[in-house]
């Protein structure tokens, strides 16, 4: 019976998030899940984006928590359209969650949505938002281990990116074990080592980024 009721929980979210793809590719945007468990830094790594970004193309972001507004009050302060998703101990967006938020989002054409999830590197893997980019963060101080231990987010990943690199001289950190669990796993995901303290690798990332950044036909 418990299988059953998530298989009907999973399909039901399915039909939503194939909803939202298509509103969203109406709309001329392009969503962005931004995955990864907290203090890794998906808020550090957005708000580079929108740096980087923001002069070139239109950006909307919705942030993810289990409660508080505080990324969502930083976001704002930049004159970002945001807005602010609390699930009260839930652990993972779905696609009810990001239609309901994102109509509200007046967004210009073309835009890119960056989508914060809660976090953690269970639950968001599984639920389909009906974004366009998976991005899966990871970094040097989480360890080299990540990506044998949670291998459906790693999996599902259509990039990554390995933050906090200006702290691999100090961690016992295993670039390579890091690397082999990822390939084991996904063979085509880009890798970027970055940091957003230092700017390192950052370039790197955007460039890749805003390959992607414009709505496909």
Request: with cysteine.
């Amino acid at each position: 019976m418990e299988i059953k009721i998530m298989k009907n929980i999973m399909e039901a979210n399915d039909r939503i998030a194939e909803l939202n793809r298509a509103m969203f590719k109406d709309r001329g945007v392009v969503p962005i899940n931004v995955m990864a468990s907290p203090g890794s830094g998906k808020t550090s790594v957005i708000l580079q984006i929108i740096k980087a970004l923001g002069t070139e193309i239109g950006i909307g972001v919705i942030e993810g928590d289990i409660a508080s507004s505080i990324d969502a009050e930083t976001i704002d302060k930049l004159g970002i359209p945001v807005r602010q998703i609390n699930t009260g101990g839930g652990c993972h967006l779905d696609a009810t969650m990001i239609k309901t938020v994102a109509q509200d989002l007046k967004l210009k054409e073309p835009s890119l949505l960056l989508i914060e999830n809660v976090g953690n590197l269970v639950c968001p893997s599984t639920f389909d938002l009906g974004e366009t980019v998976k991005l899966v963060i990871a970094s040097v101080p989480e360890g080299h281990d990540k990506p044998y231990k949670y291998t459906p987010m790693f999996m599902a990943a259509n990039v990554i990116i390995l933050n906090k690199s200006d702290l691999m001289p100090y961690i016992d950190f295993n670039k390579d074990i890091f690397y082999d669990g990822v390939r084991a796993v996904n063979q085509k995901a880009p890798v970027f080592e970055i940091s957003c303290r230092t700017g390192d690798g950052v370039r790197e990332f955007i460039s890749w980024l805003r390959e992607r950044a414009r709505p496909r036909a």
